[in-house]
């Protein structure tokens, strides 16, 4: 994949705190992450549940593989994109699969891909949040956010709306900082079953989209301060 450099993007200092997560702007002022804001205001009843049906042990550990994989393959299409080696070393089982799951997104999640302008890219909204997005460039002929999933199955849109918002924050960050007019997002998801889905999201939905990301980052900052 070609890499085209349309725009010079910033480095964000990020910081870690007590309160989770945060990013530093030019004006010096800490700014929660985009994944902060979305897991204070989230719904944490399935997840509790599930925490408590297979107790904290393998709760712990399913979650540790999970992010190991999740890294690699994230990871690895960094690298893919930057046009550098991006061949998964080691034969264990996260090591196999994290290599076939970026194998699929690469010959078929990035087909939809026309252009590439950045990858892992920090964007702010000076005293508002920041966040790092996973890609940013053309998809389809538009100007897009697109992000990259693992997972353990595909999902049900309805299940990803967090996904959505994500997008939705990232996007808005990027019009303000570079002038663009992103009304795109794009989630490319791969599963532990090794099947790919993409997520569209754009003109009146992606509209809506936004104005709950409002709403989740006002419910924030009314309970966080």
Same mark, same amino acid.
């Given at each position: 994949?070609?890499?085209?450099?349309?725009?010079?993007?910033?480095?964000?200092?990020?910081?870690?705190?007590?309160?989770?997560?945060?990013?530093?702007?030019?004006?010096?002022?800490?700014?929660?992450?985009?994944?902060?804001?979305?897991?204070?205001?989230?719904?944490?009843?399935?997840?509790?549940?599930?925490?408590?049906?297979?107790?904290?042990?393998?709760?712990?550990?399913?979650?540790? #593989?999970?992010? +190991?994989?999740?890294?690699?393959?994230?990871?690895? @299409?960094?690298?893919?994109?930057?046009? $550098?080696?991006? !061949?998964?070393?080691?034969?264990?089982?996260?090591?196999?699969?994290?290599?076939?799951?970026?194998?699929?997104?690469?010959?078929?999640?990035?087909?939809?891909?026309?252009?590439?302008?950045?990858?892992?890219?920090?964007?702010?909204?000076?005293?508002?949040?920041?966040?790092?997005?996973?890609?940013?460039?053309?998809?389809?002929?538009?100007?897009?956010?697109?992000?990259?999933?693992?997972?353990?199955?595909?999902?049900?849109?309805?299940?990803?709306?967090?996904?959505?918002?994500?997008?939705?924050?990232?996007?808005?960050?990027?019009? #303000?900082?570079? +002038?663009?007019?992103?009304?795109?997002?794009?989630? @490319?998801?791969?599963?532990?079953?090794? $099947?790919?889905? !993409?997520?569209?999201?754009?003109?009146?939905?992606?509209?809506?989209?936004?104005?709950?990301?409002?709403?989740?980052?006002?419910?924030?900052?009314?309970?966080?301060?």
């Amino acid at each position: 994949m070609l890499l085209t450099e349309k725009i010079e993007y910033k480095k964000l200092e990020r910081v870690t705190t007590a309160e989770g997560r945060k990013y530093v702007g030019d004006d010096n002022i800490p700014v929660p992450s985009v994944t902060t804001v979305l897991d204070k205001t989230s719904d944490k009843t399935a997840l509790i549940a599930w925490r408590k049906r297979v107790g904290d042990v393998e709760a712990n550990r399913v979650s540790k #593989e999970s992010a +190991g994989l999740g890294t690699k393959v994230h990871n690895a @299409l960094e690298q893919y994109i930057l046009g $550098e080696d991006y !061949e998964i070393k080691g034969n264990n089982f996260v090591s196999i699969l994290a290599r076939d799951m970026t194998n699929l997104m690469i010959n078929e999640g990035f087909t939809g891909v026309d252009e590439v302008w950045g990858t892992e890219i920090g964007l702010i909204a000076p005293g508002l949040y920041a966040g790092t997005t996973d890609c940013v460039g053309m998809h389809g002929g538009e100007e897009a956010i697109i992000d990259f999933k693992t997972s353990k199955k595909i999902k049900p849109a309805k299940w990803v709306q967090d996904y959505f918002l994500q997008c939705c924050a990232y996007a808005m960050a990027h019009n #303000e900082m570079y +002038g663009t007019n992103i009304r795109k997002g794009v989630i @490319l998801m791969v599963s532990r079953d090794v $099947e790919l889905k !993409e997520y569209v999201i754009e003109g009146e939905e992606f509209d809506k989209y936004c104005g709950l990301w409002t709403a989740r980052l006002e419910e924030y900052y009314s309970k966080f301060g």
